[in-house]
């Protein structure tokens, strides 16, 4: 069995006193049966590492570069990122796919500079609402997703893959179960032709996850946890969602 994994995702939210109360609050909630990450803002990553040291609660990163050093202004490398203990780092996402420009190599090879380093990146996936309509889900995520499997090989068996259709991100309009156990059931399929181990790989959907969904979305034979926007920033709610896929 796989077990769940549940990454919060805090996107550029946050202050040192709003993070001290998040944290305090998920502690009290925990400890749950599933693997809990956070993902804060860059700048908080250090207090929030010396905050979570000794519990069971991981953290990650939001994104890094896909070099290891040199003249790249506002840049932070995995390698840095690792020197302070970090877990996960978060590649891809939609927003800086769409926001940032960046394409399926430049994700694929930020993947690669994380697991260089003994990050475990989490590779998002998902494809757009037109996209969609016009009947190209499979297309895109299979594309997005062969970019990665190339340039790691056979070690796309230590990254974590979130599905995370770009309608579904803070739109409160999640994809319905089946929807998304469908993508996920595609994407192990084509993990499974690249690696033997496809099958203990953990494939996240993430898009308006929220208590009273959770659960459902976390019972489909595929989906193994969730990546987490809106609803990481209550305590409350995270902690549901945790408890949801224990
Ligand atoms: P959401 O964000 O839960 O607020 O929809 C998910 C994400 O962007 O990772």
Same mark, same amino acid.
């Given at each position: 069995?796989?077990?769940?994994?549940?990454? %919060?995702? !805090?996107?550029?939210?946050?202050?040192?006193?709003?993070?001290?109360?998040?944290?305090? %609050?998920?502690?009290?909630?925990?400890? =749950?049966?599933?693997?809990?990450?956070?993902?804060?803002?860059?700048?908080?990553?250090?207090?929030?590492?010396?905050?979570?040291? %000794?519990?069971? #609660? $991981? !953290?990650?990163?939001?994104?890094?570069?896909?070099?290891?050093?040199?003249?790249? #202004?506002?840049?932070?490398?995995?390698?840095?990122?690792?020197? =302070?203990?970090? &877990?996960?780092?978060?590649?891809?996402?939609?927003?800086?796919?769409?926001?940032?420009?960046?394409?399926?190599?430049?994700?694929?090879?930020?993947?690669?500079?994380?697991? $260089?380093?003994?990050?475990?990146?989490?590779?998002?996936?998902?494809?757009?609402?037109?996209?969609?309509?016009?009947?190209? #889900?499979?297309?895109?995520?299979?594309?997005?997703?062969?970019?990665?499997?190339?340039?790691?090989?056979?070690?796309?068996?230590?990254?974590?893959?979130?599905?995370?259709?770009? !309608?579904?991100?803070?739109?409160?309009?999640?994809? #319905?179960?089946?929807?998304?156990?469908?993508?996920?059931?595609?994407?192990?399929?084509?993990?499974?032709?690249?690696?033997?181990?496809?099958?203990?790989?953990?494939?996240?959907?993430?898009?308006?996850?929220?208590?009273?969904? $959770?659960?459902?979305? =976390?019972?489909?034979?595929?989906?193994? %946890?969730?990546?987490?926007?809106?609803?990481?920033? &209550?305590? $409350?709610? =995270?902690?549901?969602?945790?408890?949801?896929?224990?």
């Amino acid at each position: 069995m796989r077990r769940k994994l549940v990454v %919060g995702n !805090w996107k550029m939210n946050g202050s040192r006193l709003a993070n001290a109360e998040l944290l305090a %609050g998920l502690e009290e909630a925990g400890p =749950f049966d599933a693997d809990v990450a956070v993902c804060p803002p860059l700048v908080y990553l250090s207090e929030v590492a010396l905050s979570l040291q %000794g519990k069971r #609660t $991981a !953290w990650g990163a939001q994104d890094c570069s896909a070099r290891d050093s040199g003249a790249y #202004t506002g840049e932070v490398s995995a390698a840095m990122l690792a020197e =302070f203990g970090c &877990k996960y780092v978060i590649v891809g996402h939609s927003e800086r796919r769409a926001l940032h420009a960046e394409s399926d190599q430049l994700v694929a090879d930020k993947a690669k500079a994380a697991l $260089a380093h003994h990050l475990t990146p989490i590779v998002c996936v998902g494809e757009t609402l037109a996209e969609r309509e016009a009947g190209q #889900t499979d297309v895109v995520v299979k594309r997005q997703m062969s970019a990665v499997i190339h340039t790691l090989g056979h070690c796309i068996s230590q990254i974590v893959v979130a599905y995370e259709p770009v !309608w579904a991100i803070g739109t409160g309009k999640t994809a #319905t179960p089946e929807q998304a156990q469908a993508v996920h059931a595609l994407l192990r399929t084509q993990l499974h032709a690249a690696t033997p181990k496809s099958e203990e790989m953990q494939i996240l959907y993430g898009g308006s996850v929220k208590p009273d969904n $959770a659960a459902t979305l =976390f019972s489909q034979p595929d989906i193994d %946890g969730g990546l987490i926007g809106g609803a990481s920033l &209550k305590a $409350a709610d =995270f902690a549901a969602i945790c408890r949801a896929a224990a």
